[in-house]
């Protein structure tokens, strides 16, 4: 097993603010990994640290062996990291089609035709929505919009901040289900999840956090098992 994402002694927020007080976290070649936790306990920003988009204090962040904790985004992006936000994520003023060319303007206008083809694989619904205002687009149908937009720099390691949040229970298992089929098609995948019931089904292993720091990780069934961490942090069994 070869490890994509090696996460060690992470300390990190905004300016002043600590959020992060010490992540150990790695995730290996083709995993599905989700994080759980409280709101607030820091599990955007963890990303978006990893991202370059939130302060690192101190810590080691390597991606394949390299150190990527002073990389910029573009060059994330460009060496097969794509990461899905959990608040705006598509362009409301643009298109369909305009949002998914976005994800991939450094294309040439036939690669990206075939990926903004592949892309659309997964969610055929949005074939028919391509000259539509993502302003017009419902919840769930902008989160695919977001999640194919992702796909279209066709990165190895796609990172997923609560891409099911506010969605109806068939959007929300349509979702995940795409996401485990990237995982089939070879993806390694870390997602933040509200629905953690769901996205633990389809993980290998999950790690809860609580004020910044990893509470707990075990493999997922254990988590989904557990009656005591599993009643308090999953709520009770439906
Ligand atoms: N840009 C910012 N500047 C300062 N503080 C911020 C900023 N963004 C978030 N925070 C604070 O950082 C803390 C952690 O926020 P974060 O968004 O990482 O939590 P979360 O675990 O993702 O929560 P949720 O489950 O609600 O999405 C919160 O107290 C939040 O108010
Ligand atoms: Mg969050």
Redesign the pocket.
Known sequence: MSRVLEVIGLTG???P?Q?LNGIDLHVEEGEFITII??????????I?VIFGI?DRYEGLISYRGEDISTWRPDQLVNNGIAYVP?VDNIFPSLTVRENLQMGGIQLTSKILAERITEALDMFGDLKFRMNDLGASLSGGERQMLAISRALISNPSFLLL??PTAALSPKYQTEIINSIAALKGKGLTILI?E?NARLSLSKSDRGYI?VGGEVAYVANADQLLNSTDIGAYFLGAKS
């Open positions: 927020g905004y300016g603010i959020i936790g409280p709101n607030g306990c820091g599990k955007s920003t963890f978006k939130a959990q901040d609560e933040i509200q956090f």
